[in-house]
């Protein structure tokens, strides 16, 4: 964990094998309740980094938009604070 700030942010580095990868995920209000941002920086290591790098990253961004639908479904589906009670 890089950084910690619930419930605002957080960033993480994560290091598997080759890969070297620094997320990141932000909430910040604005006029309609929150937006959320993210990213992610970092790639493959190595004499091959550079192409496979490159190769991966169309694929990691389709999946993260998917994951960022998904989390939009389930924040905006759910019943407010007080109504859980």
């Known amino acids: 964990m890089i950084e910690w700030h619930p419930p605002r942010a957080a960033a993480w580095r994560t290091v598997q094998g080759p890969v070297t990868v620094r997320s990141w ?39 993260a938009n998917a994951d960022l639908l998904v989390l939009r479904d389930r924040l905006e589906s759910s019943p407010p604070p007080d109504a859980r009670r």
């Open 25 to 63: 995920i932000r909430v910040d209000p604005d006029d309609r309740g929150s937006m959320v941002s993210g990213g992610a920086d970092g790639g493959f290591t190595g004499p091959l980094g550079g192409i496979l790098t490159r190769l991966a990253v169309p694929r990691m961004i389709r999946q």
